[in-house]
């Protein structure tokens, strides 16, 4: 974990939730009390960008914190860098607890991912965009209680930010409302389409995708 992002979460435990108040001040464990649950529990998952070359994925991947409550969320959420401050070749994953922000993992091995580039960087508010998608996973607002949004991945590059939704399948009729979704939460024109691809396509490059709207 950079060591930005080591600064962002300190006094954040894996163990110990923490909440805010009001002012988005952090309060302490005495303090704190779940008041609005999550369906689900959340990790999330930080990439570092890569300052050896002998550095594998493993080294890179490493997990924040979890969290289970609306609570939890906005007081790591406030405590994290913005998407926008993040270093170039720099992901965040956001995760149901259990599964791992990797195609290799038996949760996402036989789904995929809707996903758009913002190419015009400068004029992208990724920061708003980025937290209507966390909402929507996390509030769970993006599916019709099926449970198939594995998480969402943010990719900062160098030429644009990319924004995805992993899912546990590739069955259409699921994956058209959740991408009908996204297209909203990402706030995209008309002009605009977004791509699903396979994870098992992803690889091939001269592959197309399952599915564009």
Partial sequence: MSEELNKATEGLSLDAPAAVNADTTILSDKEFTVKHPLNSEWTLW??????????????????????????EFWGIFNSIPQASDLPLKADYHLFRNGIRPEWEDSANAEGGKWSFQFKNKKDTNINELWLR?????????????????????????????????????????????????????????????????????????????????
């Fill in 46 to 71: 930080y990439t570092k960008p890569p300052s050896d070359p002998k550095e594998s994925w493993a080294d890179l991947l490493k997990p924040v914190i979890n969290f289970s409550s609306v609570e």
């Fill in 133 to 213: 998608t966390l909402l929507s996973v996390i509030g769970e607002t993006i599916e019709d209680d099926e449970n198939e949004v594995n998480g969402a991945v943010l990719n900062v590059r160098k030429f644009a930010f990319r924004v995805a939704l992993w899912t546990k399948s590739t069955d259409k009729t699921k994956l058209l409302n959740i991408g009908m979704k996204f297209r909203k939460v990402l706030k995209l024109p008309d002009t605009e389409q977004i791509e699903f691809v396979g994870h098992k396509d992803s690889e091939n490059k001269n592959s197309k995708p399952l599915m564009s709207i």
